[in-house]
Protein backbone atom coordinates (compact mmCIF):
# COMPACT_ATOMS: atom_id res chain seq x y z
CA UNK A 1 0.00 0.00 0.00
CA UNK A 2 0.91 3.78 -0.12
CA UNK A 3 2.12 5.58 2.96
CA UNK A 4 4.05 8.81 4.06
CA UNK A 5 5.92 9.03 7.16
CA UNK A 6 7.43 12.35 8.22
CA UNK A 7 9.15 13.21 11.26
CA UNK A 8 7.79 14.06 14.46
CA UNK A 9 7.35 17.62 15.65
CA UNK A 10 7.55 19.98 16.70
CA UNK A 11 10.14 21.69 15.92
CA UNK A 12 11.77 24.71 17.34
CA UNK A 13 14.92 26.24 15.21
CA UNK A 14 16.73 29.96 15.66
CA UNK A 15 16.91 32.42 12.78
CA UNK A 16 18.98 31.37 10.21
CA UNK A 17 19.60 27.99 11.06
CA UNK A 18 19.54 24.58 8.80
CA UNK A 19 16.35 23.03 8.88
CA UNK A 20 16.00 19.08 7.88
CA UNK A 21 12.11 17.47 7.84
CA UNK A 22 12.78 14.05 7.11
CA UNK A 23 10.14 12.05 4.91
CA UNK A 24 9.92 8.52 3.62
CA UNK A 25 7.61 6.65 1.74
CA UNK A 26 6.28 3.36 0.64
CA UNK A 27 4.36 3.44 -2.76
CA UNK A 28 3.60 0.79 -5.50
CA UNK A 29 4.58 2.05 -8.78
CA UNK A 30 6.29 5.52 -9.25
CA UNK A 31 4.39 7.78 -7.32
CA UNK A 32 5.04 12.02 -7.41
CA UNK A 33 5.64 13.57 -3.86
CA UNK A 34 5.11 17.42 -2.49
CA UNK A 35 5.50 18.79 0.45
CA UNK A 36 2.85 21.16 1.59
CA UNK A 37 2.65 23.94 4.29
CA UNK A 38 0.13 24.92 6.15
CA UNK A 39 0.70 28.63 7.87
CA UNK A 40 -2.07 29.09 10.97
CA UNK A 41 -6.03 29.44 9.81
CA UNK A 42 -5.15 29.34 6.39
CA UNK A 43 -5.39 25.80 3.51
CA UNK A 44 -2.24 23.67 2.14
CA UNK A 45 -0.27 25.38 -0.32
CA UNK A 46 2.23 23.68 -2.41
CA UNK A 47 5.83 24.00 -1.49
CA UNK A 48 7.42 22.23 -3.84
CA UNK A 49 7.10 18.84 -6.34
CA UNK A 50 9.35 15.89 -7.97
CA UNK A 51 8.04 13.75 -10.00
CA UNK A 52 10.29 11.31 -10.82
CA UNK A 53 13.43 9.41 -9.30
CA UNK A 54 16.39 11.88 -9.08
CA UNK A 55 14.15 15.26 -9.17
CA UNK A 56 14.51 18.19 -7.28
CA UNK A 57 11.67 20.15 -6.17
CA UNK A 58 12.59 23.40 -5.21
CA UNK A 59 11.00 27.11 -4.05
CA UNK A 60 11.49 29.99 -1.47
CA UNK A 61 14.49 28.41 -0.39
CA UNK A 62 13.58 24.98 0.20
CA UNK A 63 14.79 22.21 -1.66
CA UNK A 64 13.77 18.40 -1.95
CA UNK A 65 15.20 15.60 -3.75
CA UNK A 66 13.23 12.48 -4.72
CA UNK A 67 15.49 9.25 -4.01
CA UNK A 68 14.08 6.10 -5.10
CA UNK A 69 17.17 3.87 -3.24
CA UNK A 70 16.31 5.22 -0.18
CA UNK A 71 12.36 6.36 -0.75
CA UNK A 72 12.86 9.46 0.76
CA UNK A 73 11.93 13.41 0.24
CA UNK A 74 13.69 15.17 2.85
CA UNK A 75 12.46 18.78 3.28
CA UNK A 76 15.85 21.71 3.85
CA UNK A 77 16.05 24.96 4.45
CA UNK A 78 19.77 26.47 4.73
CA UNK A 79 18.46 28.89 6.90
CA UNK A 80 15.24 29.83 8.27
CA UNK A 81 13.39 32.96 8.63
CA UNK A 82 10.53 33.79 11.33
CA UNK A 83 8.34 33.71 8.33
CA UNK A 84 8.81 29.88 7.93
CA UNK A 85 6.87 29.14 10.51
CA UNK A 86 3.87 26.60 9.86
CA UNK A 87 2.92 22.93 10.00
CA UNK A 88 4.63 21.05 6.94
CA UNK A 89 3.42 17.81 5.18
CA UNK A 90 5.01 15.12 2.92
CA UNK A 91 2.72 13.74 0.51
CA UNK A 92 2.66 11.06 -2.17
CA UNK A 93 0.07 10.73 -5.28
CA UNK A 94 -1.30 7.17 -5.88
CA UNK A 95 -0.23 5.57 -9.42
CA UNK A 96 -3.79 6.22 -10.27
CA UNK A 97 -3.70 10.01 -8.79
CA UNK A 98 -6.61 9.92 -7.60
CA UNK A 99 -5.73 10.05 -3.83
CA UNK A 100 -3.30 11.87 -2.05
CA UNK A 101 -1.65 10.27 0.82
CA UNK A 102 -0.15 12.63 4.23
CA UNK A 103 2.29 12.59 6.06
CA UNK A 104 1.53 13.27 9.91
CA UNK A 105 2.90 16.80 9.67
CA UNK A 106 5.34 18.46 11.22
CA UNK A 107 5.16 21.99 12.87
CA UNK A 108 7.68 24.21 12.45
CA UNK A 109 8.35 27.49 15.15
CA UNK A 110 11.61 29.76 13.67
CA UNK A 111 11.95 32.21 16.99
CA UNK A 112 14.31 35.61 16.54
CA UNK B 1 -9.57 34.31 -8.65
CA UNK B 2 -9.63 31.84 -5.83
CA UNK B 3 -8.91 28.17 -7.70
CA UNK B 4 -11.14 26.46 -4.42
CA UNK B 5 -13.36 27.92 -2.74
CA UNK B 6 -15.13 26.77 0.19
CA UNK B 7 -18.14 28.05 2.32
CA UNK B 8 -18.83 28.35 5.35
CA UNK B 9 -15.29 29.30 7.06
CA UNK B 10 -16.63 28.72 10.21
CA UNK B 11 -19.66 26.87 11.08
CA UNK B 12 -20.84 26.70 14.47
CA UNK B 13 -24.10 24.71 15.28
CA UNK B 14 -25.89 22.37 17.50
CA UNK B 15 -25.45 18.14 18.33
CA UNK B 16 -28.57 16.62 16.43
CA UNK B 17 -28.03 19.10 13.54
CA UNK B 18 -27.90 19.06 10.11
CA UNK B 19 -25.38 21.21 7.86
CA UNK B 20 -23.63 21.30 4.73
CA UNK B 21 -20.39 22.68 3.55
CA UNK B 22 -20.03 23.90 -0.28
CA UNK B 23 -16.75 24.09 -2.46
CA UNK B 24 -15.97 24.85 -5.74
CA UNK B 25 -12.97 24.66 -7.85
CA UNK B 26 -12.41 26.90 -11.14
CA UNK B 27 -9.47 25.12 -12.11
CA UNK B 28 -11.21 22.62 -14.56
CA UNK B 29 -9.73 19.65 -12.67
CA UNK B 30 -11.58 16.45 -12.79
CA UNK B 31 -11.26 15.28 -9.50
CA UNK B 32 -12.22 16.57 -5.93
CA UNK B 33 -11.68 15.29 -2.49
CA UNK B 34 -12.79 16.10 1.01
CA UNK B 35 -10.50 15.71 3.77
CA UNK B 36 -11.02 15.89 7.39
CA UNK B 37 -8.06 17.50 9.81
CA UNK B 38 -8.23 16.71 13.67
CA UNK B 39 -6.94 18.95 16.27
CA UNK B 40 -3.35 17.04 16.22
CA UNK B 41 -3.19 18.58 11.99
CA UNK B 42 -3.76 14.95 10.71
CA UNK B 43 -5.31 14.64 7.32
CA UNK B 44 -7.50 12.04 6.63
CA UNK B 45 -9.07 11.24 3.52
CA UNK B 46 -13.17 11.41 3.60
CA UNK B 47 -14.02 11.08 -0.31
CA UNK B 48 -12.52 11.66 -3.90
CA UNK B 49 -14.64 12.25 -6.67
CA UNK B 50 -13.58 12.15 -10.66
CA UNK B 51 -15.76 13.13 -13.41
CA UNK B 52 -18.94 13.01 -10.84
CA UNK B 53 -17.86 9.72 -9.98
CA UNK B 54 -17.51 8.63 -6.53
CA UNK B 55 -14.04 7.08 -6.53
CA UNK B 56 -12.96 6.98 -2.67
CA UNK B 57 -14.98 6.56 0.04
CA UNK B 58 -13.02 5.97 3.31
CA UNK B 59 -14.71 4.61 6.41
CA UNK B 60 -17.08 7.82 7.66
CA UNK B 61 -20.16 7.43 9.07
CA UNK B 62 -23.44 7.12 6.84
CA UNK B 63 -24.46 10.75 8.16
CA UNK B 64 -21.95 12.47 5.52
CA UNK B 65 -23.07 12.36 1.88
CA UNK B 66 -20.99 14.12 -0.42
CA UNK B 67 -22.82 15.61 -3.39
CA UNK B 68 -21.65 16.34 -7.01
CA UNK B 69 -23.66 17.94 -8.96
CA UNK B 70 -20.68 18.86 -11.96
CA UNK B 71 -16.95 18.35 -12.23
CA UNK B 72 -16.82 21.75 -10.72
CA UNK B 73 -18.57 21.40 -7.48
CA UNK B 74 -18.56 18.88 -4.55
CA UNK B 75 -20.56 19.39 -1.64
CA UNK B 76 -21.05 17.92 1.65
CA UNK B 77 -23.69 17.53 4.30
CA UNK B 78 -23.61 15.87 7.38
CA UNK B 79 -26.47 14.73 9.68
CA UNK B 80 -27.56 14.83 12.96
CA UNK B 81 -23.76 16.11 13.61
CA UNK B 82 -21.89 15.08 17.08
CA UNK B 83 -19.49 16.55 18.83
CA UNK B 84 -16.50 14.34 17.24
CA UNK B 85 -17.48 15.69 13.91
CA UNK B 86 -15.55 19.30 15.21
CA UNK B 87 -12.92 19.40 12.62
CA UNK B 88 -11.74 21.49 10.05
CA UNK B 89 -12.70 20.46 6.69
CA UNK B 90 -10.62 20.58 3.70
CA UNK B 91 -12.44 20.14 0.21
CA UNK B 92 -9.38 20.13 -2.60
CA UNK B 93 -9.28 18.93 -6.85
CA UNK B 94 -6.34 17.46 -9.02
CA UNK B 95 -6.13 16.80 -12.57
CA UNK B 96 -5.80 13.13 -12.93
CA UNK B 97 -6.07 12.41 -16.21
CA UNK B 98 -2.97 13.32 -18.33
CA UNK B 99 -0.38 13.43 -15.61
CA UNK B 100 -1.03 13.87 -12.09
CA UNK B 101 -1.00 17.55 -10.57
CA UNK B 102 -0.82 18.63 -7.52
CA UNK B 103 -3.51 18.62 -5.47
CA UNK B 104 -5.07 22.50 -4.42
CA UNK B 105 -6.83 22.82 -1.14
CA UNK B 106 -9.31 25.13 -0.21
CA UNK B 107 -9.07 27.88 2.57
CA UNK B 108 -11.31 25.25 5.09
CA UNK B 109 -14.59 25.09 7.35
CA UNK B 110 -14.04 24.82 10.99
CA UNK B 111 -16.84 23.18 12.05
CA UNK B 112 -17.61 23.50 15.60
CA UNK B 113 -20.50 21.44 17.11
CA UNK B 114 -21.78 22.50 20.81
Known amino acids: GNSVTQMEGPVTLSEEAFLTINCTYTATGYPSLFWYVQYPGEGLQLLLK?????DKGSNKGFEATYRKETTSFHLEKGSVQVSDSAVYFCALTSNTGNQFYFGTGTSLTVIP | DTAVSQTPKYLVTQMGNDKSIKCEQNLGHDTMYWYKQDSKKFLKIMFS???????INETVPNRFSPKSPDKAHLNLHINSLELGDSAVYFC?????????????FGQGTRLTVV
Open chain 2, 92 to 104: ASSQTTGGNTEAF
Open chain 1, 50 to 54: ATKAD
Open chain 2, 49 to 55: YNNKELI
